[in-house]
């Protein structure tokens, strides 16, 4: 078992800047890919940024690149997501989540967090 727990999310006008972090407990953290995923109300779970075990792998989603930058502490067993340059359309509950190997689909991801808030107003 992995649990996960994000932290950071908040309001901030459009143009902001916020940063997310993911604290996780339980099986060893570096043994473990992961990933941020948002859900809008109304939409379905987004798949937003990915990193591999060791950081060297790193992966987005076509409407963050650019814009959001995903990193580990594996000493810290900490995730972090940074988000630039944020935008109305960001607003959603963000989500990590822990998988084996690289993905991007929902149903990859054996663990999950509980989520944290974003809102970006216009």
């Known amino acids: 078992q992995v649990q996960l727990v994000e932290s950071g999310g908040g309001l901030v006008q459009a143009g902001g800047s916020l940063r997310l972090s993911c604290v996780a407990s339980g099986r060893t953290f570096r043994a473990y890919s992961m990933g941020w995923f948002r859900q809008a109300p109304g939409k379905e779970r987004e798949f937003v940024a990915g990193?591999?075990?060791?950081?060297?792998?790193?992966y987005y989603g076509d409407s963050v690149k650019g814009r959001f930058t995903v990193s580990r502490d594996n000493a810290k067993n900490t995730l972090y997501l940074q988000m630039n340059n944020l935008k109305p359309e960001d607003t959603a509950v963000y989500y990590c989540a822990a998988t084996i190997g690289i993905a991007t689909r929902t149903a990859s991801y054996d663990y999950w967090g509980q989520g944290t808030q974003v809102s970006v107003s216009a």
């Open positions: 990193i591999s075990w060791n950081g060297g792998t790193t």
